[in-house]
């Protein structure tokens, strides 16, 4: 069954670097996303990405965060300079449809500790 | 602004027992209602899903109902297992957007 794939799967760093997340989503899928999910907390939309451009963002998707899909297969959310409150799991989603319905297909997360 | 909530951080329930999660929801402009199931170091995993012109939809042991005018949706899994202990997400999208509105989870715990 294809599947989302995310890497790393924990990323630890040191405040103020700069930090990639990667993720290749299924292969036919054209649309894709950012979550994240704070420890305890809900999971929270950052970006949502279709026909090489950001469609949305959220609030939290501040100067920061940029995404980017560099060829046909990877997508990649970049911290430029990270804060202790970007520590995080940070899942990647793809969906398929381009209609209002379709599911997204989250991959297994990354997690970001920020020291 | 929780425009999705989950009011119940937990429930327990005996295995061959139903299980019931519940979601409420503020905002109008959504038309269409997910569940996501999430294991620990795992992504959430679709569930089943709801279009806002239907009150039922059934897939094996899942069965998702929604009360339009009371904003309110629930998850019914009949009979329930133990590997249906997990967290469960209600999501929710509105006719404006592509992305998901998530609500803060219930940790569902099905005792054998």
């Known amino acids: 069954e294809p599947e989302v794939t995310q890497t790393p799967s924990h990323q630890v760093t040191q405040m103020g670097q700069e930090v990639i997340l990667r993720c290749v989503p299924i292969?036919?899928?054209?649309?894709f996303y950012w979550y994240r999910q704070i420890l305890g907390q809900k999971v929270e939309f950052l970006v949502s990405?279709?026909?090489?451009?950001?469609?949305?963002k959220s609030e939290i998707f501040d100067d920061q965060f940029s995404v980017e899909r560099p060829d046909g297969s990877n997508f990649t959310l970049k911290i430029r300079s990270t804060k202790l409150e970007d520590s995080a799991m940070y899942f990647c989603?793809?969906?398929?449809?381009?209609?209002?319905?379709?599911?997204?297909?989250f991959g297994e997360g990354s997690r970001l500790t920020v020291l | 602004d929780q425009q999705v909530k989950q009011n119940s951080p937990s429930l327990s329930v005996q295995e061959g027992r139903i299980s019931i999660l519940n979601c409420d929801y503020t905002n109008s402009m959504f038309d269409y209602f997910l569940w996501y199931k999430k294991y620990p170091a795992e992504g959430p995993t679709f569930l089943i899903s709801?279009?806002?012109?239907?009150d039922k939809n059934e897939d094996g042991r899942f069965t998702v109902f929604l009360n339009k005018s009371a904003k309110h949706l629930s998850l019914h899994i009949v009979p329930s297992q133990p590997g249906d202990s997990a967290v469960y997400f209600c999501a929710a999208r509105d006719t404006g957007r592509r992305a998901l509105t998530f609500g803060s989870g219930t940790r569902l715990q099905v005792q054998p």
């Open positions: 990405f279709y026909n090489n451009e950001i469609s949305e």
């Open positions: 292969s036919n899928h054209l649309y």
């Open positions: 989603a793809s969906r398929a449809s381009s209609g209002a319905n379709g599911e997204l297909f």
């Open positions: 709801i279009s806002s012109i239907k």
